[in-house]
């Protein structure tokens, strides 16, 4: 898994580099973690987690159904908050203002969970998680910005710089 990750990534890092389109080769990452996952790791957690990020990078690689995308990351972060096993219910608060703008907060919801795992990896000295959900919300921020024209489109690629680690760190850990 490790060396096709790595060949994977340096050729989505070179295509990125020449502006050529690298999605097949982004989403083929986390389809041999998926893989890899099923064939390798026992933890059912982490299992599901690779499985709703498989189907999230689909979406938001090659649809425009960015709310289902975020729906699927948000089902990511609930594996992740068992996996630590605790229980948090505030992020769903935001919700409330889902008829107003739905994808905003589907997004207030996803990073808070994001947030309240970070503190909780913090609080247990969970240092694995910690650098996984760390590199998630550095991945986040980069999309974050880009969404909201601080950053320019083109700067969105760099968020897989911080993504693929996230979710080669996450495997590893639970690997045998």
Known sequence: MLFINLMLFGLFIFFDILNINSSYIKWFTTLNNFIYSILYLKNSFIL??????????????????????????????????????????????FLIIIFIDPLISLALVYLFFSLTNLIYCIKSKNTNML???????????????????????????FSWLFYFPSQYLLIKKHSP
């Open 48 to 93: 599901k987690a690779v499985f709703f990020s498989l189907i999230a990078d689909y979406l938001l690689l090659f649809t425009d159904y960015y709310i289902l995308g975020i729906i699927f990351f948000i089902l990511v972060q609930i594996q992740y908050m068992k996996l630590l096993s605790y229980q948090s219910y505030l992020p769903w608060l």
């Open 131 to 157: 650098m996984v959900i760390t590199l998630l919300l550095c991945c986040d921020i980069i999309i974050a910005l880009t969404y909201l024209k601080i950053l320019p489109p083109s700067l969105c690629k």
